[in-house]
């Protein structure tokens, strides 16, 4: 019987030998890629810390000590070792989520998907544990991506600051976030791997002198008090015991016994402690270790032999938005690109090669790029900064009071905005719209085909005093969408084929083939619609007043959440006009979503074409004063 069908919990590990260790380690890399090519996820991470994860679970006991993963997108190995073995339906709805649940197990505390924040968990726990006189643990484990992270560091000065605080800190040093960590601290980890450690030396030493008669034994000594300069310049792990970490490491991060003799050390020092583990992302998997740009660090369905994709999906909204990046950095000597440790996953890999000084990556640090990009604008050039949705809420503050204040030319481009699925509540981009209508001067475009990220691209990177974004959807580009005419600024993607026309639906972005489907059914049931697309959702277009007074009903969809969105703009906007027209506006409601496919999430909260034409039909129905149950409207079959 394979070990791993053994293990219900971590406790079940205490009873296997070092060499059934290794074992288990290599039919956990067995089970991953079979499993995770099925379904598509995040294989390089897993892959990589699989002997970290064991050890883990036989020197701290889960759950009543607490194992906390920055972003925990490295969690599945931690999965299977405390029950969850089931990986059939991975990030499908009913599943497995994609990171730690608390809805699945007891072992999963926090469910960051957002990196570089567990340090401040971490912090906060022992702080509880302390005052509440609790001998748990507290471990958090965080990559070396993660720590170019700005939180990262504001949360190690807080745990610094108490060296009577039991907390444990593991750095899963793979060299990489995505793509290979890059910055200053990447340089130092860098050091601290290839220098021999000053324990060691120092031992060596020891053994040196006092076999030294007379001045032997002085000098050891006199050497060791001074150690803090001497160990800088043997083994320069000084920056963290300058903040006043102990410091232990480096340690083969695929050696069981070695990590857990390094862990158990760290448990029992009583204070802050940093185990700096190096791990080969990837790992045991010739695939991914053949894959330079990630390491797999995502996969969709793939061959689990040769690591291929088992199909192509065609042409996606990143793609497109890359390529034409490439273009307009050969028009533009001013043109550069931003990405947070995500190169490729943001589209900006073609333009990096094609223009290498003109690419800035600026590790999981999305604050800071955002504050790096005024201060280019301001310098003479046009930054692109190329984000997920999801990922700019957290440099809010500097679009807000940096690039919007200051009046700089800055696009930001947002990846994976709307609905995504499959990653969960933390990677829908679903906030974007709302967050920044609050801006003043900031321009927000939402093409609906790859037609239009290519116009609406260019239109932002032409504005010089104010920030500009242009979001698009995750996965692949549909059809191009012809307009049938333009009113003021907005693209006409449907006339009504009458003077009176019931509904003036205003279609936003990727959701455009929808309300056109809207429109058909409405059509069938003799209500006759205007399909426009704003195509800039902010500022509201000065010529939507006026269309909307020519109209019964204004309906909004929006891929984003219904509060503060779109559909609100307009609602105020028709207000300030003086236009008296009822809205009805169609959105993703206030709360956070359960993993599943974007279509299973969108027919759930009822963001669908017959739902939304049923709810139509039924306010249409009640301004002609006919109250009887409206027939259910259904899409038209073959």
């Known amino acids: 019987m394979p070990l791993l069908t053994r293990i219900r919990g971590p406790r079940d590990l205490d009873r296997l030998s070092l060499e059934q260790l290794d074992q288990l380690a290599e039919e956990i890399r067995t089970f991953l890629v079979e499993a995770v090519s099925k379904t598509g996820g995040h294989l390089g ?75 401040g968990w971490a912090d906060g726990l022992a702080k509880a544990n302390q005052l509440r006189k609790r001998g748990d643990h507290v471990v958090a484990v965080i990559g070396d991506g993660a720590l170019t992270g700005g939180m990262a560091w504001e949360a190690l000065n807080n745990i610094a600051d108490a060296k009577d605080r039991p907390l444990v800190i593991v750095v899963n040093d793979n060299e990489r976030s995505y793509a290979p960590t890059i910055g200053g601290l990447a340089n130092h980890l860098a050091t601290l791997r290839t220098t021999e450690g000053y324990e060691r030396f120092l031992a060596r030493t020891k053994e040196v002198l006092e076999r030294t008669p007379v001045v032997g034994k002085p000098l050891f000594d006199t050497l060791h008090g001074a150690k803090k300069g001497f160990k800088d310049f043997i083994a320069p792990q000084g920056m963290f015991e300058d903040l006043g970490l102990k410091y232990v490491g480096p340690i083969d991060g695929h050696d069981i016994e070695a990590l857990e003799s390094a862990l158990a050390r760290a448990k029992r020092f009583g204070g802050p402690v940093i185990v700096h583990c190096l791990t080969e992302k990837g790992r045991g998997y010739q695939p991914a270790l053949q894959d330079e740009a990630d390491r797999f660090h995502a996969v969709g369905k793939i061959h689990p032999d040769t690591g291929l994709p088992i199909a192509s999906s065609g042409a996606d909204w990143t793609s497109v938005f890359g390529e034409e990046m490439v273009k307009l950095g050969m028009e533009r000597k001013d043109i550069v690109a ?80 709307g609905i995504t699925g499959t990653d969960g509540a933390s990677h829908n981009g679903m906030w974007d719209m709302s967050i920044l209508q609050v801006v003043p001067g900031l321009r927000l475009a939402a093409p609906r085909d790859a037609d239009q990220v290519r116009a609406q691209l260019r239109e932002a990177v032409e504005v010089k005093d104010a920030p500009t974004v242009v979001r698009f959807s995750k996965g692949a580009v549909g059809p191009a969408v012809p307009a049938v005419g333009r009113i003021g600024g ?133 301004l002609d004063g006919r109250f009887e149950q409206v027939d259910s409207v259904e899409p038209a079959r073959d």
């Open 45 to 119: 991470p897993n892959l990589g810390v699989v002997e970290l994860t064991i050890a883990l679970h036989r020197v701290f006991d889960s759950p009543n000590d607490k194992v906390l993963w920055d972003t925990g997108h490295q969690s599945y190995v931690h999965k299977l070792l405390t029950g969850r073995q089931d990986f059939s339906k991975l990030k499908m709805k009913g599943g497995l989520s994609g990171y730690p649940s608390q809805a699945e197990s007891e072992h999963d505390v926090i469910e960051n998907s957002h990196a570089s924040t567990v340090l």
């Open 338 to 417: 931003i990405t947070a440790a995500m190169l490729q996953p943001v589209g900006l890999d073609k333009f990096a090669k094609a223009f290498p000084e003109r690419v800035f990556d600026v590790g999981i640090a999305e604050q800071h790029g955002a504050v790096s990009a005024a201060g280019l604008a301001t310098g003479g050039l046009h930054p692109v900064f190329a984000v997920y949705a999801t990922f700019l809420n957290r440099a809010f503050d500097q679009v807000l009071m940096d690039v919007a204040l200051h009046k700089c030319g800055v696009t930001f481009v947002l990846d994976r905005a």
């Open 490 to 622: 907005m693209d006409v993607l449907r006339e009504p084929g009458t003077d009176a026309p019931d509904v003036l639906l205003v279609s936003v972005g990727a959701l455009a083939p929808m309300c056109l489907e809207i429109a058909d059914l409405l059509d069938k049931q003799g209500i006759s619609t205007t399909v426009v697309d704003p195509r800039w959702v902010k500022p509201v277009d000065e010529v939507m007043a006026p269309l909307a007074e020519q109209h019964r009903v204004v309906v909004t969809v929006e891929d984003n959440s219904r509060v503060g969105g779109v559909g609100s703009a307009v609602a105020q906007a028709l207000r300030d006009a003086g236009v008296d027209v009822p809205l009805r506006d169609f959105g993703i409601p206030p709360r956070f979503l359960d993993h599943a496919s974007r279509a299973e999430v969108m027919a759930e909260i009822g963001l669908t074409a017959p739902d939304i034409a049923r709810q139509v039909t039924g306010l249409v129905s009640k």
